[in-house]
C-alpha cells in the first residue's frame, strides 16, 4: 500500500514499544494514579499513534473509517447492552451481579466522573485506539488481518489481569459464582438477626453461623479462577470488538465498549439492594 515503509526490524521495535506503552499506562491507571487515567490514556493514546504514523500506517489501516457506518452499528449494540442490563437488575437471579462495591461505594458526583469521564477517556479511548487500532495494524503489516485480531485480542484479556484482581474483592456474587458457588450462597453471606445469641446467625439451614463485619476477603483460589475468567472473556470480547472494527472501523467497538462499562456503572446503582437485615433473620428463623 502506497505510503507504507518496509517491515522488518522496524515494525517489531514499533510494536515492542505499543505494547511497552500500553503495560505502562495500565500499572499507572489500575495501581498508581486511577484518577488520573484521562490523562495517562490520552498521553498513552498520541503515543501509540506516533508510532504507528511513523512507520507509514495510514489512518484508515489504523481504523479511522466508515464512521457513519460504525455509529450506526455501535449504535444498536449498545441499545442492546442497555436491554440486557435492566432485564438484569430486574431479575432477582441475577440482580446480584450487578452490585459491584466499586460503583456503590462512590458519591453521584464520581458516579457521573466515572460515566462520563474515567471510561470514555480513560478507558476506552486507549483501549480502542490500541487493541483495535495500533497493535492490529502493525501486527498485519507481517502476519495478516487474522493474525492481527488475535494477537490484539490475547493481550486485551491480558490487560484485564489488574482490574480483574480488584473484580474479585469488589463483587463477592460474581467471585463465589466463578468459584463454583451461587449467587446467594448462605455461608457467602450470612444472615443477621438471630435470636438468643451474640456470637452468631441463623443459615438458611438452621445452623448458627459467626458474624462477619464485612464481605469476605476472597481466597487466592477464588481470585485466580475470576482473573483467568476476565482473561478468557474479554479476550473472547476483543474478538468481537475487532470484527466490528472490520465492518464499521473504530466507532463501533468503541461505542458497543462505552456502553458496556459506562452504564455498568449506573445499572450497578440502580440494582435494588438485599432485604434488611431483620427481615432476613426473621425469614430464616420461620424456614
Known amino acids: 500500500m502506497a505510503g507504507r515503509k518496509a517491515g522488518g526490524g522496524g515494525d517489531g521495535a514499533a510494536l515492542a514499544g505499543a505494547v511497552a506503552v500500553l503495560a505502562a499506562a495500565n500499572v499507572l491507571n489500575n495501581r498508581i494514579a486511577p484518577r488520573l487515567a484521562p ?9 501509540l499513534l506516533a508510532l504507528a504514523r ?8 489504523i481504523g479511522f473509517r466508515d464512521p457513519a457506518r460504525g455509529l450506526r452499528i455501535g449504535g444498536l449494540l449498545a441499545s442492546a447492552v442497555a436491554g440486557v442490563y435492566a432485564a438484569g437488575v430486574a431479575l432477582p437471579a441475577t440482580r446480584r451481579l450487578f452490585r459491584d462495591e466499586r460503583a456503590l461505594s462512590l458519591s453521584r458526583a464520581r458516579v457521573l466522573e466515572e460515566t462520563l469521564l474515567q471510561v470514555p477517556f480513560g478507558t476506552v479511548l486507549l483501549e480502542e485506539a490500541g487493541f483495535r487500532g495500533v497493535l492490529p495494524a502493525l501486527v498485519a503489516r507481517s502476519h495478516g488481518p ?28 460474581l467471585t463465589r459464582l466463578a468459584a463454583g458457588g451461587t449467587q446467594a450462597d448462605p455461608a457467602a453471606a450470612p444472615l443477621a438477626g438471630a435470636p438468643g445469641t451474640g456470637h452468631g446467625t441463623y443459615g438458611t439451614d ?26 478468557a472473556t474479554t479476550a473472547l470480547a476483543g474478538l468481537l470488538f475487532g470484527e466490528l472494527r472490520r465492518r464499521g472501523g473504530l466507532a463501533a467497538p468503541a461505542l458497543l465498549h462505552l456502553a458496556t462499562n459506562s452504564l455498568g456503572y449506573l445499572f450497578a446503582r440502580l440494582a435494588p439492594g438485599d432485604p434488611p437485615a431483620a427481615a432476613r433473620g426473621r425469614a430464616a428463623v420461620t424456614r
Open 39 to 47: 490523562l495517562t490514556s490520552a498521553a498513552a493514546t498520541g503515543a
Open 54 to 61: 511513523s512507520r507509514g500506517i495510514t489512518w484508515a489501516e
Open 146 to 173: 487474522r493474525t492481527a485480531t488475535a494477537v490484539s485480542s490475547a493481550l486485551f484479556g491480558l490487560w484485564h489481569v489488574l482490574p480483574a484482581v480488584d473484580m474479585a474483592t469488589a463483587n463477592p456474587a
Open 206 to 231: 438452621g445452623t448458627v453461623r459467626p458474624v462477619r463485619s464485612g464481605p469476605r476477603r476472597p481466597s487466592g483460589a477464588e481470585t485466580a479462577r475470576v482473573v483467568a475468567g476476565s482473561v
